[in-house]
């Protein structure tokens, strides 16, 4: 079975931390190039972080120099860390393969002020 499954997620303080897990199972995870995506309220979805198969990362300004994307190729899991949190981070938070054939169903990030 194809899937990705996020974990990792929810309430934390501003300036907080947090790292975000997604485990894929069913797809050649080492092939494949990964990404997180965000949608914030009422807001559309947006990449957040990318990483490709050999380690190259990229990142969306609102995040850049406070997170990391990173992958773990024998736990077939990307992760992301996000640091100095602000409550315009919180969204819902999934994780895609960067083609975006593969979606998983997203874990909630709640920042509080």
């Known amino acids: 079975q194809v899937q990705l499954v996020e974990s990792g997620g929810g309430l934390v303080q501003a300036g907080e931390s947090l790292r975000l897990s997604c485990t894929a199972s069913?797809?050649?995870?080492?092939?494949?190039?990964m990404a997180w995506h965000r949608q914030r309220p009422e807001q559309q979805r947006e990449l957040v972080a990318l990483i490709t198969i050999d380690g190259t990362t990229n990142y969306a300004p609102s995040v850049q120099g406070r997170s990391t994307i990173s992958r773990d190729n024998v736990k077939n899991t990307v992760y992301l860390q996000i640091n100095k949190l602000k409550p315009e981070d919180t969204a819902v938070y999934y994780c895609?393969?960067?083609?975006?054939?593969?979606w998983g169903r997203g874990t909630q990030v709640t920042v509080s002020s």
């Open positions: 895609a393969t960067l083609r975006g054939d593969v």
């Open positions: 069913g797809i050649h995870f080492t092939t494949r190039s």
